[in-house]
């Protein structure tokens, strides 16, 4: 690696990447708090859902606006605002009386991830692009460990307390903790007084790359066991415990990844390596009737998607130049703007001809994102990560 590169200083990327663990954390809690908000405020399932509804249009938001605020109030300030936010989030969540009000606890929850993940992405795609990947990677395998962490404290805090709201506190330690623990003499940088111009046509391109790859993720995610239960004849539970295995297959790539292997390859073969294995296992668990081959393909689809977004990032903003922080913002906006259509869209799709007849829509985004990697490649043609 190139000697004139800088290098993150060790306790500004634990900060970075605690900041992301804290919001995968709140993310996975409150998809897992969801059902005991529903009984505690007589919800229906309809109404329930919109908790996540309202947290992909606070992404939203955060992607529209992120930039705008870190130039006018600084790029450092954007951890402040989100830990703010993530503050108040939790307050509406675990205190809430009425749907109203947890559902803009859900929205501030929407708003404080999309402005953590678009300083975070600033933050670490300052070092060259191999390290840059390295460190996305890093980060977003160190941040699945908190997100599995949840349903477990959650459970924990039912199980034994009989409250599930103390497991949603939490957090807050961690956001005053890193409060502190943030080192000040990092302030803004360079790209909060760039000129705020047009991004390339290239980092559009890139950025579909990321729309597709988010997309992919989260329609596993959503409806991964219900495509293994219709198919296999398994209970709920046995699905759900299996599709757990996606997330294992993301966790594995990403720490694979982020340990430095591949560093010297192309950042297109990477991404069409990864939405090939999406293919195959997305295809293996249309086809599988038995449970064992299920499990196979779901975790296959984790180890296909796991590359997508850290490579996908880090090729969208260094195709941006000195508007980093924009085109960060901008990337997360794709992130929520995939999460609030995709799965949404599959369920359409299946409410209409069934969730096994529609479950090859993913498949052919998956080729879509293989076109667009071509179409990248040709535009871009960049150097391979060194």
Same mark, same amino acid.
């Given at each position: 690696?190139?000697?004139?590169?800088?290098?993150?200083?060790?306790?500004?990327?634990?900060?970075?990447?605690?900041y992301?663990?804290?919001?995968?954390?709140?993310?996975?809690?409150?998809?897992?708090?969801?059902?005991y908000?529903?009984?505690?405020?007589?919800l229906s399932?309809?109404?329930?859902?919109?908790?996540?509804?309202?947290?992909a249009?606070?992404?939203?938001?955060?992607?529209?606006?992120?930039?705008?605020?870190?130039?006018?109030?600084g790029?450092?300030?954007?951890?402040?605002?989100?830990?703010?936010y993530?503050?108040?989030a939790?307050?509406?969540?675990?205190?809430?009386?009425?749907?109203p009000v947890?559902?803009?606890?859900?929205?501030l929850?929407?708003?404080?991830?999309?402005?953590?993940?678009?300083?975070?992405n600033?933050?670490?795609?300052?070092?060259?692009?191999?390290?840059?990947?390295?460190?996305?990677?890093?980060?977003?395998?160190?941040?699945?460990?908190?997100a599995?962490?949840?349903?477990?404290?959650?459970?924990?805090?039912?199980?034994?307390?009989?409250?599930?709201?103390v497991?949603?506190?939490?957090?807050?330690v961690?956001v005053?903790g890193?409060?502190?623990?943030?080192?000040?003499a990092?302030?803004?940088?360079a790209?909060?007084?760039?000129?705020?111009?047009?991004?390339?046509?290239?980092?559009?391109?890139?950025?579909?790359?990321?729309v597709?790859?988010?997309?992919i993720?989260?329609?596993f995610?959503?409806?991964?066991? !219900?495509? *293994?239960?219709?198919?296999? %004849?398994?209970?709920n539970?046995?699905a759900? +415990? @299996? =599709?757990?295995?996606? #997330? &294992?297959?993301?966790?594995?790539?990403? !720490?694979? *990844?982020?340990?430095?292997? %591949?560093?010297?390859?192309?950042?297109?073969? +990477? @991404? =069409?390596?990864?939405l #090939? &294995?999406?293919?195959?296992?997305?295809?293996?668990?249309?086809?599988?009737?038995?449970?064992?081959?299920?499990?196979?393909?779901?975790? @296959?689809?984790?180890?296909? #998607?796991?590359?997508?977004?850290?490579?996908?990032?880090?090729?969208?903003?260094?195709?941006?130049?000195?508007?980093?922080?924009?085109?960060?913002?901008?990337a997360?906006?794709?992130?929520?703007?995939?999460?609030?259509?995709?799965?949404?869209?599959?369920?359409?799709?299946?409410?209409?001809?069934g969730?096994?007849a529609?479950?090859?829509?993913?498949?052919?985004?998956?080729?879509?994102?293989?076109?667009?990697?071509?179409?990248?490649?040709?535009?871009?043609?960049?150097?391979?990560?060194?």
């Open positions: 690696m190139n000697d004139t590169i800088p290098q993150m200083r060790p306790q500004a990327k634990w900060v970075a990447f605690s992301l663990a804290v919001w995968s954390y709140l993310l996975y809690g409150l998809g897992n708090a969801t059902p908000l529903r009984d505690d405020l007589r399932s309809f109404e329930a859902g919109l908790h996540a509804s309202a947290l249009v606070g992404i939203l938001v955060a992607g529209a606006t992120a930039d705008i605020i870190g130039r006018r109030a790029h450092s300030r954007l951890f402040d605002l989100s830990a703010a993530f503050t108040g939790i307050a509406m969540i675990v205190l809430a009386p009425t749907l947890s559902l803009c606890g859900a929205f929850l929407g708003l404080g991830g999309g402005t953590v993940s678009t300083h975070v600033v933050q670490l795609s300052r070092f060259g692009q191999a390290q840059s990947r390295i460190l996305l990677s890093q980060a977003n395998a160190f941040s699945m460990i908190t599995a962490a949840a349903p477990v404290a959650i459970g924990l805090a039912v199980a034994f307390l009989q409250l599930w709201r497991a949603m506190l939490l957090p807050i961690a005053f890193l409060t502190a623990l943030r080192p000040r990092e302030r803004d940088s790209d909060v007084h760039a000129p705020n111009t047009s991004l390339p046509r290239a980092y559009w391109i890139a950025w579909l790359l990321i597709i790859g988010v997309a993720e989260f329609s995610v959503c409806w991964g066991s !219900t495509i *293994v239960m219709l198919r296999t %004849g398994i209970s539970a046995d759900t +415990l @299996l =599709a757990s295995l996606f #997330v &294992v297959g993301m966790f594995a790539i990403r !720490t694979v *990844v982020g340990s430095g292997v %591949g560093a010297d390859r192309s950042p297109f073969v +990477l @991404l =069409a390596g990864g #090939v &294995v999406v293919l195959a296992g997305a295809s293996l668990t249309w086809i599988s009737t038995t449970p064992v081959l299920s499990a196979l393909g779901l975790f @296959l689809g984790g180890c296909g #998607v796991a590359s997508l977004w850290p490579v996908g990032v880090t090729i969208a903003l260094h195709t941006a130049g000195v508007n980093q922080l924009q085109a960060a913002a901008r997360t906006f794709g992130a929520g703007l995939a999460i609030l259509i995709a799965p949404a869209a599959l369920g359409l799709a299946g409410d209409a001809v969730v096994v529609a479950w090859p829509l993913i498949m052919g985004v998956a080729l879509c994102g293989l076109g667009v990697v071509a179409v990248a490649q040709r535009t871009q043609q960049p150097r391979p990560f060194a």
